[in-house]
């Protein structure tokens, strides 16, 4: 297995990773409901997210293992902002995937979202997620320890929000420390996880 930075290129390989490894998380589900035609869906709304977030000013990186993707973590700059004209020409993505019906809910939900964030600067990783073929071949964690190179080397603080138990878990055995919850799920998921930056 390798690690390495995505190209733009691969936005839809990226997305189609994402959807099928949180197709049946809970918070997503909150978002983006029903099972018709749903991986491809969410390929679509993942696949606008990167395009609009880290692939415009941000880092991918991907863990691979035979020119196949296994993983990734999107991270998006301190102080990124999605510029309008990304969200207009993303707009008819996120609206397939979504659905008309479903609008109000998501941009509710991305309120509550942006409600969280912190206010100083910060590294987001906007999503990590390993394919389930994959899944317990410590890719999540190597993807965390790759970007967490960056992140302090700036001597940066990072923020998240953990949708389940086990990313929690996960994100506090590297530093994140649990906040908020955000309440948009059973149990009080996703929670606000924040890291100070490192000296």
């Known amino acids: 297995m390798t690690t390495r930075r995505a190209t733009r290129a691969e936005a839809s390989a990226c997305g189609a990773v994402l959807a099928r490894a949180l197709r049946d998380d809970a918070v997503v589900a909150a978002v ?3 099972e018709h035609r749903r991986e491809e869906r969410l390929t679509r709304s993942y696949t606008a997210s990167l395009l609009t977030g880290a692939f415009t000013d941000g880092e991918v990186d991907v863990v691979e293992s035979a020119d ?3 993983g990734l973590a999107a991270w998006e700059r301190p102080g990124h ?3 309008l004209a990304d969200r207009l020409q993303q707009f008819p993505r996120y609206l397939r995937a979504i659905g008309l019906r479903h609008l109000r809910t998501a941009l509710r939900t991305s309120e509550v979202f942006a409600r969280h964030r912190p206010s100083t ?3 987001y990783l906007a999503d990590v997620a390993v394919d389930p073929a994959a899944a ?3 890719i999540g964690s190597q993807l965390l320890r790759t970007g967490l190179v960056r992140v302090d080397d700036e001597h940066a603080a990072a923020y998240l929000e953990a949708t389940t138990p ?3 878990r996960l994100y506090e055995r590297f530093g994140f420390v649990a ?3 955000l309440g948009l799920a059973p149990g009080g998921y996703p929670v606000a996880m924040h890291r100070p930056g490192r000296p």
């Open 121 to 123: 600067p910060h590294w």
């Open 136 to 138: 317990g071949r410590g």
């Open 32 to 34: 983006i409901p029903g």
């Open 81 to 83: 902002r999605t510029g």
């Open 166 to 168: 086990g990313s929690r």
């Open 179 to 181: 906040g908020a919850p």
């Open 68 to 70: 196949r993707i296994l």
